[in-house]
């Protein structure tokens, strides 16, 4: 067996924890939904990708899936500008759209996929991330399903990822700067 980097720090959620949480999102998302055609769920990547796979196993729909990339351009963070890496490939006008997230931190990004799907003339839009960082928020957002409220920690694991890496590890732990070892 392998060992994870030493960045990887303590376990903050934990495999089972995060499986409770996803199903009970996926009841609500499947009492919402139940007489709603055109279902589609719409995860953010990269970092979604984890949550999705599970979220979806859960959700007793007739539902499409369909993915979008958004990038913000360098050094332009907090001015919230932002482009579409991967433009959405499938139909979305007139869809019932759930955006799945891996985590809403200032809300910018968030913000911006909105403003994408509202031109793209979905009938409805809705928000779903398995973490939230509240207490960062920028922009105020309604998020419609949230799995876990955390506080400023930077979190690693379940398809989150810190410079492109950890998304494989199966729990959340807090990354650990090598200079705090
Ligand atoms: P926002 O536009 O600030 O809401 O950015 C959300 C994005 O920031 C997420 O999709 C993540 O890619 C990234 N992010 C924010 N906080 C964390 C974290 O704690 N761990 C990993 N990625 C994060
Ligand atoms: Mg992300």
């Known amino acids: 067996m392998g060992n994870y980097s030493s960045n990887v ?46 979220l979806i196993r859960e959700i007793s729909l007739d539902i499409r899936v369909e993915f979008i990339s958004v990038s913000s351009y360098v050094n332009s963070e907090s001015t919230g500008k932002f482009y579409l890496k991967i433009p959405c490939t499938g139909n979305l006008e007139g869809a019932n759209v759930i955006i799945v997230e ?13 403003d994408v799907l509202k031109n793209q003339k979905v009938k409805s839009a809705r928000i779903c991330c398995l973490f939230s960082k509240k207490i960062r928020r920028e922009k105020e957002v309604d998020i419609d399903y949230v799995g876990f409220d955390i506080g400023d920690d930077f979190i690693i694991g379940y398809g989150l990822d810190y410079n492109g890496k950890f998304r494989n590890i199966p729990f959340i732990a807090t990354y650990k700067d090598d200079k705090n070892l």
Do not use: C, M, P, W
């Open 102 to 114: 891996d985590i809403i931190d200032s809300g910018l990004t968030i913000e911006y996929l909105l």
């Open 9 to 54: 720090g303590s376990v903050l959620i934990s495999k089972e924890r995060i499986q409770e949480r996803v199903k009970d999102i996926a009841q609500k998302i499947n009492e919402d939904y139940k007489d709603k055609d055109n279902v589609v769920i719409l995860g953010v990547l990269k970092g979604a990708f984890v949550f999705l796979a599970d």
